[in-house]
Every structure is written in C-alpha cells, then in structure tokens.
C-alpha cells in the first residue's frame, strides 16, 4: 500500500533537547510538506519541498530544520530554539504543484516536559 | 502574507439537520481545497475548486466556490453521526506552490 509514515506516534522529550521526526513517503510524490496543529487550531505550515535538496520557509519555520536528500524521505528537526515546541506535527505529501490534493500522515504528538 | 478565516468555529447539531461553513480568503485564490479531520486523525482531502463560481456535490455535501474566488462554502444536508470532525479550507495562491489552511470548523452531532 502506498502512502505516507510518520514516526513515531508520541514523542516525548526534555526541554532544550534537539528532537527529529520522521515523513517517509512511498507515493513517488515530488512535494512534501511539514505543519503543526495545536489544539483546537488550524495547521500552519512549517517548511516543504518541492524537489530534493531544495526547501522553502513556511510560515512558523524559526526553530525547526528540515532535509531533503532523498525523494521519499523529509525529516523535521525540533530545535531547542523552538520556545513551545508541544505540538501535533503533520507531515503531507503532493504529486506535485498545488493544484493536486495533500496526502496526510498519521501525524506524531510531541510532549516537551 | 495570505490569510483564510473559517466561520463557525464551533457547531453543534441535531443529527439530520444541515450545517454550513464559510470560508474567506484575504486575496484571491487560485483553488480551494476541501479536508475533514476525524478527532484523534489527520486530514484527509474532500474536493478541490477550481473555477470561479464552481459548484460541487458529494452525495450530502455541495461545495461552492465564490465567484471571485475569494471564499467558499460546504454544506452537508441532514447530517448524520458519521460526519463528526473538524472541516478545513485551505486555499492557494497564484504562483504559490503551498496551501494556507482555514482555521477550522469543528462539527459535533448530538444523536
């Protein structure tokens, strides 16, 4: 079956520790894309990539780094600059331009005590 | 930056009433995409708006999309239990490759 993991489900860490979570992607889709959703709220974009080794800004991207050295593969490191890292943290992925639909992963929960 | 405001935040139905909620973009967008999210899931895509004026049905849900193409709407007529969750409209800009996603409309069905 083809689709999107995301691991693990739950993560959790101490404060100021660098935490990195895992999109892998099966679909040959060029696109990915990282958001966060805090609850009760929206999703805001990160970062995401259209092409490997190439990656944008989102709209809440200081504290987070990203990598793109592999089509199926689009990790996001929590820095510890990200001041309220707690958050529901979804990665999607395009075929490619905007004008196709976003596949979701099944999203990991990060707890930061 | 571009902005898209959901509207309700919240509703709470009678299973087999209908429910609508608005969608309005600071600019004008080039698509509206539609998503529902189960409590506890992640989004999973309903419909993409293309056209201005653009109406489309889903069994129990119609789509419009505003004739300038800066808001939309979904409707579900006579909901059921199934359709609990949150709905999101995310919009893209001309030129973009990225979608900013409303705020969301989050429906509860009381049986």
């Known amino acids: 079956d083809g689709g999107i993991t995301q691991s693990p489900k739950y993560l959790f860490r101490k404060e100021g520790q660098n935490v990195t979570l895992s999109c892998e992607q099966n679909l040959n889709h060029d696109a990915m894309y990282w958001y966060r959703q805090d609850p009760g709220q929206g999703l805001r974009l990160i970062y995401y990539?259209?092409?490997?080794?190439?990656?944008q800004k989102g709209d809440i991207a200081e504290g987070y780094s990203v990598s793109r050295e592999k089509k199926e593969s689009f990790p996001l490191t929590v820095t510890s600059a990200q001041k309220n890292p707690t958050a529901f943290y979804l990665c999607a992925s395009t075929k490619d331009r905007v004008y196709n639909e976003q596949f979701f992963g099944p999203g990991t929960r990060l707890t930061v005590l | 930056g571009q902005q898209v405001m959901q509207i309700p935040q919240y509703q709470h139905v009678q299973e087999g009433e209908d429910f609508t909620t608005y969608c309005n973009s600071s600019t004008t967008l080039s698509n509206i995409q539609w998503y529902k999210q189960r409590p506890g899931g992640h989004p999973v895509f309903l419909i993409q708006l293309v056209k201005s004026g653009e109406v489309k049905k889903q069994k129990r849900l119609t789509f419009q999309f505003g004739e300038a193409k800066k808001n939309s709407s979904l409707h579900i007529t006579a909901t059921q239990t199934t359709d609990v969750g949150t709905y999101f409209c995310?919009?893209?800009?001309?030129?973009?490759?990225?979608?900013?996603f409303g705020t969301g409309t989050r429906l509860t069905i009381i049986p």
């Open positions: 990539s259209q092409i490997v080794n190439d990656f």
């Open positions: 995310a919009g893209g800009d001309f030129g973009n490759e990225k979608l900013t």
